[in-house]
């Protein structure tokens, strides 16, 4: 079974972000980027199914700008057999990322797609839902444990009060939570190997989508900050401040 | 302007985010009617037309509908979606999984967890784990959008809207529903909660997390966990709170040995009053804290539930 994974540039998940002086967006130049944190635990799991012999071949994909190519070659050094860049300046949100994905489905016809469930710059956790309803597949989204068993997918999902399980018939389409796994780090000699790894470079007219975002982003400002407190000395004056001054307790 | 609110709904029972939708509805401006969709919601689609601003309850009651599997629930949606400008629901994760597989189906962008409406077709949103505030405008036809609770004050319940039934039935034949084990607690939802007591790595193991139990008892809270903590297996995933996990804003946020990093303080920061217990002073959840007690925890918080 062939499985695409998707993985997106963005800021590392430890930088501290600024807004721009202009309030036009949030400050990028020279900030730290890498592969989103939920997109490794994506790629992780396609190597663990390749490595259990349930996959047998693993295409990272991802549509951004040139230096996006740098994320597209950690997965190859993680375990992925080739890559596929779809290259375009736009600033891409989750419709237009689905679109370019679902052609990419279309043409490599994989047996199971794994997306993360939420990328950390733009928090929209929308793309691997908008993929299946494109490609007309099912979804185990927020997915802590995927079990492929005779043309099926057992994909278990984190939800509001606890676990669910849904079976669905594959192809499909998964999103990772963070417990699904604990992805591995890249090793220099596979970080050296992943360079001569095939990558093919597309333009979304060649797949003849759209991808640029239709929603409008008029203004970004940072969120209002919060004062910071008084250090209290004892439990007695915690709990005198939060009864007298605080008054939310009684 | 007519608007679609999707209702929240768990073990037979109106959820108490679905009033907080609806004042995202009023705030938009038009008619709102709720979709109740589900298996023998018949008793929650009464609640739903008490909510005060809501013109009419469409109920889709039906087998195909059990657990809201996103297949089935999107393609429900699509086929309504025709009769609405907008279409909402809550930033749960039945919010999150359905409503991006209805935008898709309709060909147009969904906006994400919308703390505040500006205009028809205007909203805000934190990105950037709430390090940053979008203010973003649609474009499309549809508007179709999830709503982040407490951005919204809930709508209250005097109304007695109509209550009508849907017959479109959608086909499913590619998920199952298989099983759900669902956390038991007599504690108040996490998202609902006036008072929020969360520990953290510092607990040590699960088995401490019961220090926290006298304290959310006398307090009526309820009892969250930071993600390292959930990691850890000390607690299950659902009690998890931050940019990943639950977005909480109670009157009083009580962490205790949590260090703060800014995927948790997403989650908690809209908090009233925010206390921090941790021993080491250093610590950034200091920042944010109103009151902040520089203590070990072991022996903090037995003397905090004595004193309450
Ligand atoms: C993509 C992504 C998403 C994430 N999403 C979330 C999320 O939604 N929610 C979340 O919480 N995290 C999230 N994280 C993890 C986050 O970055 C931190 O790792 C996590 O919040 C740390 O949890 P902690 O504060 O419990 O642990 P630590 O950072 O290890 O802090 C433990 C604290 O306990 C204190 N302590 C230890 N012993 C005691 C004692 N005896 N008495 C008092 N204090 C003590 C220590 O001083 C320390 O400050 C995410 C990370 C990533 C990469
Ligand atoms: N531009 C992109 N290129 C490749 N994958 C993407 C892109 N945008 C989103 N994704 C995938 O979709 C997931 C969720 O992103 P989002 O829905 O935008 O929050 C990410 O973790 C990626 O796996």
Redesign the pocket.
């Known amino acids: 079974m062939k499985v695409l994974v998707?993985?997106?540039r963005v800021i590392d998940y430890n930088v501290k972000i600024r807004v721009k002086p202009d309030n036009s967006d949030v400050d990028l130049t020279n900030v730290k980027m890498a592969m989103?944190p939920?997109?490794e635990i994506?790629v992780e799991e396609a190597v663990r199914l390749k490595e259990r012999g349930v996959a047998t071949e693993i295409v990272a994909?991802?549509?951004?700008p040139k230096a996006a190519q740098e994320q597209l070659r950690t997965a190859l050094a993680l375990g992925a057999d080739r890559a596929i860049h779809v290259e375009t300046d736009e600033r891409?949100?989750?419709l237009g990322?689905a679109k370019a994905?679902a052609k990419l489905v279309e043409e490599e016809q994989p047996g199971l797609v794994i997306?993360?469930?939420?990328?950390i710059d733009?928090?929209?956790?929308?793309?691997?839902q908008m993929l299946a309803a494109l490609t007309g597949l099912p979804q185990g989204t927020f997915a802590s444990e995927v079990v492929i068993d005779n043309d099926k997918a057992q994909v278990t999902r984190e939800i509001d009060g606890g676990l669910q399980t849904v079976e669905l018939s594959l192809p499909a389409i998964v999103?990772t939570d963070l417990r699904l796994n604990e992805p591995r780090y890249a090793k220099l000699p596979d970080i050296m190997k992943a360079k001569k790894k095939p990558m093919d470079v597309k333009s979304p007219a060649e797949l003849g989508v759209e991808v640029a975002s239709k929603v409008k982003l008029l203004r970004v400002e940072p969120p209002a900050e919060r004062q910071g407190g008084v250090k209290v000395g004892s439990v007695d004056e915690l709990v005198d401040k939060l009864k007298n001054e605080a008054k939310v307790i009684s | 302007m007519s608007i679609l609110v999707l209702a929240e709904h768990h073990d037979g029972a109106l959820a108490g985010a679905t009033a907080h939708v609806v004042a995202a509805a009023q705030a938009i401006g038009g008619d709102i009617d709720v979709l109740v969709a589900g298996e023998n919601v018949g008793a929650i689609a009464e609640a739903a037309a008490k909510l005060d601003g809501v013109s009419k309850v469409r109920v889709a009651d039906n087998a195909a509908y059990a657990h809201l599997l996103a297949e089935p629930t999107a393609a429900l949606i699509a086929e309504l979606a025709g009769d609405y400008s907008h279409v909402l629901a809550c930033a749960s994760t039945t919010g999150k999984n359905v409503l991006p597989r209805v935008a898709a189906l309709k060909d147009v962008a969904q906006i994400s967890e919308i703390i505040a409406v500006e205009s028809a077709d205007t909203f805000k949103r934190p990105i950037y784990a709430g390090n940053a505030i979008a203010t973003v405008q649609s474009e499309d036809a549809l508007k179709v959008i999830t709503v982040r609770t407490t951005g919204f004050d809930a709508v209250g319940e005097g109304g007695s809207a109509a209550v009508e039934a849907v017959d479109f039935v959608a086909d499913n034949a590619q998920s199952t529903f298989v099983k759900e084990e669902l956390a038991q607690s007599d504690r108040p939802e996490l998202g609902a909660a006036k008072v929020v007591i969360s520990g953290g790595r510092g607990m040590g193991n699960g088995d401490n997390f019961k220090l926290l139990d006298g304290i959310a008892d006398k307090l009526g809270a309820a009892i969250g966990a930071s993600r390292a903590a959930v990691d850890a297996g000390f607690v299950p995933n659902d009690m998890q709170v931050g940019q990943t996990g639950k977005i909480v804003a109670p009157d009083l946020y009580i962490a205790v040995g949590i260090s703060g990093a800014i995927q948790h303080l997403a989650g908690m920061k809209d908090s009233k009053v925010i206390v921090a217990i941790n021993k080491d002073e250093e610590a950034p959840i200091f920042q944010v804290a109103d009151y902040g007690l520089v203590a070990d925890l072991f022996e903090a918080l037995p003397e905090l539930e004595q004193k309450l």
């Not at chain 1, 994909?61 to 951004?64: P, Q, R």
């Not at chain 1, 733009?122 to 691997?128: E, L």
């Open positions: 998707a993985v997106k989103n939920f997109c994506a994909v991802t549509v951004g891409v949100e989750s990322a994905l997306l993360g469930k939420q990328a733009t928090d929209n956790n929308q793309t691997g999103t």
